[in-house]
């Protein structure tokens, strides 16, 4: 059986990939060859999100489980395990054949890691269960073997590699299963699945100290956790100081590593160090040229970073580079590059050479489908774009709508780390409310009222005003049945309601308020996003720890 190595050295610059990929040549008879080269191009993929960089693993994955069945057992480990305990010996599985269930299992764990970027609705997740469910067993199986192997000092030569690959699935296995929603998660146990968050981050920080090659790829997944899905899918409350501790080694051996560097500005803009965390991404930018999607990542970064400062004109800067250069979301971009346009004066957007209703009309026929669903957020902007159709008499103009886009991507958890940018933001925001108070009413009164109450509420809460943040999400919750198309806004006030409850020493009103968004509102946009905040916030408060 062939090993890449008993140490990884993780090569962070462009190099990793050009380096690693030159492994194909032997992915078709080393099954950790051949997982290695597949889990380049997924960490590849799950860091682009190409289209065609997801097939490519997809395809990788396959090439690398029919190397991986080629050294199992005939009777898996799952079929076996119980009549090979009852024996009491592990005579029936060779090494070899042991760590084939292992990277067996993990190519399947990619598999669900690879539907994960495609679909946050978890959609394909569910639709794959069967292939899924074979490698959390496998998972399950490979954690009880590796109790009795510890018992056993002969077994000690292969122990590490195989207790890392038991480590890295069984934590991330937990970790993502406990992230979904009530509803689902009942579901999935329904069919044998479980998840429990603090026993993952347990499994992955062991995994991330220990000595196999698999070290860096917890490191990473927990590096993941705590930049992206606690604040994309989570309450925005991140353990900065875990990822700081974690990352530290890694960037000081590879302190130009674009990865590395892309992680170090995450946590400088989770802290609320915006300024610094801008000009690492911009350093992230300028240390390699070779992986141009990784660029992308670092634009997408910088265009809230500027909206976050209001520097609309940078903002629309790496809004337009996005639309132009990267393929993962056309219809969100080009949303994203109206909406920002839509801050600036009228003589700013002119010198852009750019139509602000022509760029909203376009996204309707830019959305695409993928396993026959179409993206949350470009359903979103799709649905907020109708207000510059062209079946309608004229225009009607969103009102903040950067603002409203940065609240959907959990970006108010960011500024309110800063007294400045917040107060800066509700001077805006009021202005807006005084431009409608003057306006005449129409259809969109009430919805473009809500919303500037919402945005409003957020940036009182942040400021510590806790009385004034109330009454705006109350007048949200009032106007409940006068709102008539953005009827996301009333479950989304609630969760902030709670978190306001929350903060103010309320946790059991906090709870009931939460549990009223999950249970009383359904088929509203981005209603998944809300379940899976609801579902991390009621982690949280009703089982508190350290995390």
Same mark, same amino acid.
């Given at each position: 059986?062939?090993?890449?190595?008993?140490?990884?050295?993780?090569?962070?610059?462009?190099?990793?990939?050009?380096?690693?990929?030159?492994?194909?040549?032997?992915?078709?008879?080393?099954?950790?060859?051949?997982?290695?080269?597949?889990?380049?191009?997924?960490?590849?993929?799950?860091?682009?999100?190409? =289209?065609?960089?997801?097939?490519?693993?997809?395809?990788?994955?396959?090439?690398?489980?029919?190397?991986? =069945?080629?050294?199992?057992?005939?009777?898996?480990?799952?079929?076996?395990?119980?009549?090979?305990?009852?024996?009491?010996?592990?005579?029936?599985?060779?090494?070899?054949?042991?760590?084939?269930?292992?990277?067996?299992?993990?190519?399947?764990?990619?598999?669900?890691?690879?539907?994960?970027?495609?679909?946050?609705?978890?959609?394909?997740?569910?639709?794959?269960?069967?292939?899924?469910?074979?490698?959390?067993?496998?998972?399950?199986?490979?954690?009880?073997?590796?109790?009795? @192997?510890?018992?056993?000092?002969?077994?000690?030569?292969?122990?590490?590699? #195989?207790?890392?690959?038991?480590?890295?699935?069984?934590?991330?296995?937990?970790?993502?299963?406990?992230?979904?929603?009530?509803?689902?998660?009942?579901?999935?146990?329904?069919?044998? #699945?479980?998840?429990?968050?603090?026993?993952?981050?347990?499994?992955?920080?062991?995994?991330?100290?220990?000595?196999?090659?698999?070290?860096?790829?917890?490191?990473?997944?927990?590096?993941? %956790?705590?930049?992206?899905?606690?604040? @994309?899918?989570?309450?925005?409350?991140?353990?900065?100081?875990?990822?700081?501790?974690?990352?530290?080694? #890694?960037?000081?051996?590879?302190?130009?590593?674009?990865?590395?560097?892309?992680?170090?500005?995450?946590?400088?803009?989770?802290?609320?160090? @915006?300024?610094?965390?801008?000009?690492?991404?911009?350093?992230? @930018?300028?240390?390699?040229?070779?992986?141009?999607?990784?660029?992308?990542?670092?634009?997408?970064?910088?265009?809230?970073?500027?909206?976050?400062?209001?520097?609309?004109?940078?903002?629309?800067?790496?809004?337009?580079?996005?639309?132009?250069?990267?393929?993962?979301?056309?219809?969100?971009?080009?949303?994203?590059?109206?909406?920002?346009?839509?801050?600036?004066?009228?003589?700013?957007?002119?010198?852009?050479?750019?139509?602000?209703?022509?760029? %909203?009309?376009?996204?309707?026929?830019?959305?695409?489908?993928?396993?026959?669903?179409?993206?949350?957020?470009?359903? #979103?902007?799709?649905?907020?774009?109708?207000?510059?159709?062209?079946?309608?008499?004229?225009?009607?103009?969103?009102?903040?709508?950067?603002?409203?886009?940065?609240?959907?991507?959990?970006?108010?958890?960011?500024?309110?780390?800063?007294?400045?940018?917040?107060?800066?933001?509700?001077?805006?925001?009021?202005?807006?409310?005084?431009?409608?108070?003057?306006?005449?009413?129409? &259809?969109?009164?009430?919805?473009?009222?809500?919303?500037?109450?919402?945005?409003?509420?957020?940036?009182?809460?942040?400021?510590?005003?806790?009385?004034?943040?109330?009454?705006?999400?109350?007048?949200?919750?009032?106007?409940?049945?006068?709102?008539?198309?953005?009827?996301?806004?009333?479950?989304?006030?609630?969760?902030?309601?709670?978190?306001?409850?929350?903060? =103010?020493?309320?946790?059991?009103?906090?709870?009931?308020?939460?549990?009223?968004?999950?249970?009383?509102?359904?088929?509203?946009?981005?209603?998944?996003?809300?379940?899976?905040?609801?579902?991390?916030?009621?982690?949280?408060?009703?089982?508190?720890?350290? &995390?």
């Amino acid at each position: 059986m062939a090993f890449v190595g008993s140490q990884v050295d993780l090569e962070a610059d462009e190099d990793i990939f050009e380096d690693a990929l030159e492994t194909i040549s032997m992915a078709k008879e080393s099954m950790y060859h051949a997982l290695g080269y597949s889990t380049i191009v997924v960490l590849q993929a799950v860091m682009t999100f190409e =289209q065609q960089d997801i097939q490519n693993g997809i395809s990788a994955m396959k090439d690398a489980l029919q190397t991986c =069945q080629k050294y199992r057992k005939k009777c898996t480990v799952v079929e076996s395990f119980s009549s090979l305990l009852s024996r009491g010996s592990l005579e029936q599985l060779s090494e070899e054949e042991m760590h084939a269930e292992i990277c067996y299992a993990e190519c399947l764990l990619q598999k669900a890691a690879l539907t994960f970027v495609q679909d946050e609705n978890m959609i394909n997740f569910i639709k794959g269960g069967l292939k899924i469910r074979t490698s959390y067993q496998i998972y399950k199986e490979c954690l009880s073997i590796l109790h009795v @192997i510890q018992k056993n000092k002969h077994e000690q030569e292969f122990f590490y590699e #195989f207790e890392g690959g038991v480590k890295l699935g069984t934590g991330a296995f937990n970790l993502m299963l406990s992230l979904l929603p009530a509803r689902i998660i009942r579901l999935l146990e329904f069919i044998g #699945f479980s998840g429990n968050r603090e026993l993952g981050l347990l499994q992955l920080r062991e995994g991330a100290s220990g000595r196999s090659m698999r070290s860096p790829l917890c490191c990473l997944t927990i590096l993941a %956790f705590h930049t992206y899905i606690s604040l @994309i899918l989570g309450t925005g409350e991140v353990n900065v100081v875990e990822a700081e501790s974690l990352l530290a080694p #890694f960037l000081q051996q590879f302190p130009n590593g674009s990865l590395m560097l892309f992680y170090h500005a995450r946590i400088e803009l989770l802290k609320g160090n @915006i300024e610094e965390a801008q000009e690492i991404f911009r350093k992230c @930018i300028s240390v390699q040229e070779e992986w141009k999607q990784f660029h992308h990542l670092c634009y997408w970064e910088l265009m809230w970073i500027n909206v976050f400062l209001q520097n609309w004109m940078q903002a629309y800067y790496y809004s337009d580079l996005l639309c132009k250069e990267s393929k993962w979301s056309k219809a969100t971009y080009v949303f994203l590059k109206a909406a920002i346009l839509s801050m600036l004066p009228e003589e700013d957007v002119l010198a852009t050479n750019e139509n602000v209703v022509t760029l %909203f009309r376009q996204v309707d026929g830019l959305k695409q489908r993928i396993a026959g669903k179409s993206l949350p957020s470009e359903k #979103f902007a799709v649905r907020k774009a109708r207000r510059y159709s062209p079946s309608l008499p004229a225009p009607v103009k969103l009102v903040l709508p950067a603002l409203e886009m940065m609240y959907v991507w959990n970006g108010f958890s960011i500024v309110g780390k800063r007294k400045d940018l917040c107060e800066n933001l509700l001077i805006m925001i009021e202005k807006a409310e005084a431009a409608l108070q003057n306006q005449s009413f129409s &259809d969109y009164s009430v919805d473009d009222e809500c919303i500037v109450k919402l945005l409003k509420g957020c940036c009182l809460k942040n400021l510590q005003r806790p009385l004034q943040a109330e009454l705006c999400f109350n007048h949200v919750l009032e106007s409940e049945k006068l709102l008539k198309y953005d009827h996301y806004l009333v479950p989304f006030t609630l969760f902030e309601l709670a978190f306001l409850y929350k903060s =103010q020493g309320e946790i059991d009103k906090a709870i009931k308020v939460l549990e009223t968004a999950r249970n009383n509102y359904k088929d509203y946009s981005l209603e998944s996003r809300l379940h899976f905040r609801i579902q991390a916030a009621l982690h949280l408060w009703k089982k508190p720890s350290s &995390d």
